[in-house]
């Protein structure tokens, strides 16, 4: 089991979350938060997550899971199942970045989720469904003022929620 498994992304006001394989916003502190939060450790991802960097991010693993056999890409470390993805992850903390098909596979063992809440409506053709507040607590919250372009955002952490000891 992997020690530390987390889903980390971006998510607009009215659920979406990419748009033709892209964030549909440009936030400079999301970038650097996702960055600080991922370095030196490996991400999974789905194929089209992948395609959307213009190039692997250095200092960190890039395991894409993916059905297709055939596709493989530089700097990717390809996977066909969730199990191949987790055991080429390893043991150290793994960042979970999507697209949503990916985090559904993986929630379930999920420990955290690291969101930006982006207080704003985005067209976009990739959603995700609020945070179910009975699965998952709210541990961290920093917002963020509307600041010439960019809108409102918050950074949330949510835990897991524990079963309380009887």
């Known amino acids: 089991m992997n020690n530390g498994l987390f889903l980390i992304y971006a998510r607009a006001a009215n659920g979406v979350i990419g748009k033709d394989g892209k964030l549909p916003w440009h936030l400079s502190a ?15 991802m789905g194929r089209k997550t992948f395609e959307g960097f213009p190039a692997p991010l250095p200092g960190r693993r890039h395991v894409v899971l993916t059905r297709d056999r055939g596709w493989s890409a530089e ?23 999507g697209g949503a098909e990916i985090f559904a596979l993986f929630e379930q063992e999920a420990e955290r989720i690291e969101l ?23 541990v961290s919250r920093e917002d963020h003022e509307a600041a010439g372009d960019n809108p409102a955002y918050s950074f949330v952490t949510y835990e897991r929620r524990r079963e309380s000891a009887a």
């Open 30 to 44: 999301d970038l650097k938060r996702f960055k600080s939060l991922t370095l030196g450790n490996p991400m999974i």
């Open 75 to 97: 700097g990717a470390e390809v996977a066909h199942s969730r199990t191949e993805s987790l055991q080429l992850a390893g043991d150290s903390p793994v960042a979970v970045i």
């Open 116 to 138: 930006t809440e982006v207080h704003a409506h985005y067209e976009g053709d990739t959603h995700m469904p609020p945070i179910d507040r009975a699965i998952w607590q709210e």
